[in-house]
T-cell receptor, first 112, second 118 residues
Framework: DAGITQSPRHKVTETGTPVTLRCHQTENHRYMYWYRQDPGHGLRLIHYSYGVKDTDKGEVSDGYSVSRSKTEDFLLTLESATSSQTSVYFC???????????FGPGTRLLVL | AQKVTQAQTEISVVEKEDVTLDCVYETRDTTYYLFWYKQPPSGELVFLIRRNSFDEQNEISGRYSWNFQKSTSSFNFTITASQVVDSAVYFCALSEAWYGGSQGNLIFGKGTKLSVKP
């Protein structure tokens, strides 16, 4: 199994509060991705990174920001959480953009 | 536009039955990659197979087999002699090579929930 961890695994927060989710990898892969999974939508890309300090937006990036200061860590921040951001968030890594993506265990976020 | 359609939302079978999960995709690219992932009730996403657009050979891995047909833009997944442990949500996904600046992100279908009953 790829060495990917996500923290926290579960979080409950209130509308309007900032939230940061962390993805940590031990594989030294260059590419990292954040997806959200919602019923009826499958998984959708939020942001991705193609190197340290190199990030770009995905399909559903509004309300989210990311940072990557080290190869192994990719942070997802909800600046002011809303109920529509209640979801399961998955981090993924790949060595090259068209190679297989391996997923972390996911973070369940509930925004009240 | 890129799109992956899994028309079967839920399938229920009895153990030992064969079951096929359908996946139809749309892409403008001539080079692309197709994937299947499994999400068991525990929630993790498990990679099953990756296929590139130039390789139309069918693949068999134990009880699992995949049928890739470019002519119909389909990449179907068959489980032979299903088992209760196969119960999961299965996702088909598409990745285009460097199109439009999206560096390899996956476009997922909405998934097919397979229930295998004893």
């Amino acid at each position: 199994d790829a060495g990917i961890t996500q923290s926290p695994r579960h979080k409950v927060t209130e509308t309007g509060t900032p939230v940061t989710l962390r993805c940590h990898q031990t594989e030294n892969h260059r590419y990292m991705y954040w997806y959200r999974q919602d019923p009826g939508h499958g998984l959708r890309l939020i942001h991705y990174s193609y190197g340290v300090k190199d990030t770009d937006k995905g399909e559903v990036s509004d309300g989210y920001s990311v940072s990557r200061s080290k190869t192994e860590d990719f942070l997802l921040t909800l600046e002011s959480a809303t109920s529509s951001q209640t979801s399961v968030y998955f981090c993924a890594i790949s060595e090259l953009p068209k190679e297989t993506q391996y997923f972390g265990p996911g973070t369940r976020l509930l925004v009240l | 536009a890129q799109k992956v359609t899994q028309a079967q939302t839920e399938i229920s079978v009895v153990e030992k039955e064969d079951v096929t999960l359908d996946c139809v995709y749309e892409t403008r690219d001539t080079t692309y990659y197709l994937f299947w992932y499994k999400q068991p009730p525990s929630g993790e996403l498990v990679f099953l197979i990756r296929r590139n657009s130039f390789d139309e050979q069918n693949e068999i891995s134990g009880r699992y087999s995949w049928n890739f047909q470019k002519s119909t833009s389909s990449f179907n997944f068959t489980i032979t002699a299903s088992q209760v442990v196969d119960s999961a949500v299965y996702f088909c996904a598409l990745s285009e090579a460097w199109y439009g600046g999206s560096q390899g992100n996956l476009i997922f279908g909405k998934g097919t929930k397979l229930s295998v009953k004893p």
